[in-house]
T-cell receptor
């Protein structure tokens, strides 16, 4: 059981470049989430997917798109990266239905120059 | 406006002593609260939680207390160990709601240092 995996672990982009952050879980969870964490800040929700085939905006969705490819995979895309998107990105899946206990991946550290 | 506040960015305690981490919230509708622990370069790890129908939940060395009238919760770690050194995040949610209302709202975290 790998839990929640994220690729890549690190990435450096130039302003205007695009990239996709990948996330997969092998726990058969229905709900998946993308967060960003900035220095001195808590985790802020970007997008979430309550079930396969559905996605919804979170607190800070601007500049991002997501795809729930299947039950296992939930990807986050930056179409035109900006320095303000420099952050650590975490993917999570819902561990226990009804109790909102989320299980997090190890994170992707993204720097946009 | 921050709905979940952790007003102490850092806390330092001696090994063996009690660590008390505090969290305040503003939305009286929150009915489920969680604590996560995060080591550097790792994702947050679920630690303990409490429903609003309880005022205390205990799991080994970790106890969470909830004071609904004060909109305050705290995490007690007894005894503290050097391996407890990490950033602790408080989170709140509306458990009985679906959609975005059921999502977690995180505080900014408190960095705990436990000195040997």
């Amino acid at each position: 059981n790998a839990g929640v995996t994220q690729t890549p672990k690190f990435q450096v982009l130039k302003t205007g470049q695009s990239m996709t952050l990948q996330c997969a879980q092998d726990m058969n969870h229905n709900s998946m989430y993308w967060y960003r964490q900035d220095p001195g800040m808590g985790l802020r929700l970007i997008y979430y997917s309550a079930s396969e085939g559905t996605t919804d905006k979170g607190e800070v969705p601007n500049g991002y798109n997501v795809s729930r490819l299947n039950k296992r995979e939930f990807s986050l895309r930056l179409e035109s990266a900006a320095p303000s998107q420099t952050s650590v990105y975490f993917c999570a899946s819902l561990w226990r239905e009804g109790f909102n206990e989320q299980f997090f991946g190890p994170g992707t550290r993204l720097t946009v120059l | 406006d921050q709905q979940v506040k952790q007003n102490s960015p850092s806390l330092s305690v001696q090994e063996g002593r009690i660590s008390i981490l505090n969290c305040d919230y503003t939305n009286s509708m929150f009915d489920y609260f969680l604590w996560y622990k995060k080591y550097p370069a790792e994702g947050p790890t679920y630690l303990i939680s409490i429903s609003s129908i309880k005022d205390k939940n205990e799991d080994g060395r970790f106890t969470v207390f909830l004071n609904k009238s004060a909109k305050h919760l705290s995490l007690h770690i007894v005894p503290s160990q050097p391996g407890d050194s990490a950033v602790y995040f408080c989170a709140a949610s509306l458990m009985n709601y679906g959609g975005s209302q059921g999502n977690l709202i995180f505080g900014k975290g408190t960095k705990l240092s436990v000195k040997p």
